[in-house]
C-alpha cells in the first residue's frame, strides 16, 4: 500500500480520484426504484465557519447543479454525532462525520441502516493554547479548563478519548487534578479562549480552520503536541487514530506539530437509492475539483487503495459497485 499523499489546495483532487463520496435520498423518497431525480437532497455539516460546513456548502453545490437533485442545500449543525442522528431519522440525506463517531454508530457490519460513501479526507485534531499562557505541554493542563466541542459534535467523543488515555480524566486523575471539560463550539471556545476563561481548547477541523487561523493572527496560538497519546487512545477505543502533521505558519507563526489525525466519512443510510449513489460517486471522481474548500491548503488524502477502507462502516452496496466500475 502506498504512502498517504499530501498535495496542494490546487491539486489536491487529482490524488483522490477514487473518493466515493454519494448522496441519500429523504425518507419520502429513499424507496424509490425507479431512477427518478429527488426533489431535495440535504448535507448535514458543521458550525458555521468550520471545514464541515464548508464542505458540505460545496458538495450541496455540485449535486445541485449537475441534476442529481432538483435543490440541494447544506445543513449548520453541532457536528458528527448530531450529522449520524440527522441522517439515522432521515432529516438529512447525507452527513459527514469522523470516523471513530460513526463506526460507534454503525457498529460491525451486518445490516447496519448507517452505511458509508467513502473516506473523504483526513480531520486533524488541533489543541490550542494562548501563545503567552506559559502551556508548553498537555500535562501542564492539569486542574485546567478545556473546551471540547459543542454538544453533538463528533469533537467531544475524541477529546474525551485523548483526554482519558493521557491520565486527565476525573476516573485517572481525581477531581483535583482532572482536565474539566466544557462545551464549547469552534466559535464560541475561541471567544473564552481569548477572554482567558478556557485554558485550552480542542477542536477538530481541516488546516487550516479558518476561524482559528483568525485568532492565531489577533491573539497569537500555541498548538500542543498530542501525538504520544495515540497508542493509549488506540488501545482504548480503537484504530481510528493516526499521527499526522499540522504544517508549519499553518497559525499564524505556530511551528509545525504532531497530532492525532481522524478519517472523516461520507454517510447515508442504507435505504438511499442505488442511481443517486452511482451519480454521486461519478459526479465526485470527475468534478472533485469543485469540492475543495478554499481555506484548506494542507487536507491530506490517502491513497486510492485505502480511499474504501471507511473504518468499519460498511460501504453503500452501489457505491461499492460503482468503485469497482470505475477503478476495476
Known sequence: ????????????????????????????????TTEERPQEITVAGGESGGFYLEFASLLADLLEREGVAGRSVALTTGGSLENIQRVLSGEATLAVALADAAAQAAPGRGESQLVALGKVYQNYVHCIVREDSGIRTFADLAGKTAGVGEVGSGTTLTAGRIIAAAGLSPETA????????????????????????????????????APIAAAAQETGVRLLDISEFIPATRAQSGFFYDRVLIPANSYGNAPAVWTVGVANLLLCRRDLADHVVRQTVELLVEQAQDLVPKSSTG????????????????????????YRALHG
Do not use: W, Y
Request: proline share 7%; with cysteine.
Open 299 to 322: 487536507v491530506q488524502f490517502l491513497s486510492p487503495e485505502t480511499l474504501i477502507n471507511t473504518a468499519g462502516v460498511p460501504l453503500h452496496p452501489a457505491a461499492q459497485a460503482a
Open 1 to 32: 500500500m502506498s504512502e498517504p499523499l499530501k498535495v496542494s489546495r490546487r491539486s489536491v483532487f487529482q490524488t483522490a480520484v477514487a473518493l466515493g463520496l454519494g448522496g441519500s435520498l429523504l425518507a419520502s423518497t429513499a424507496g424509490c
Open 174 to 209: 481525581g477531581p483535583e487534578r482532572a482536565l474539566k471539560q466544557a462545551n464549547f463550539g469552534l466559535n464560541q471556545a475561541l471567544a473564552a479562549l481569548r477572554e482567558g476563561s478556557l485554558d485550552v481548547m480542542i477542536q477538530s477541523g481541516g488546516v487550516p480552520t
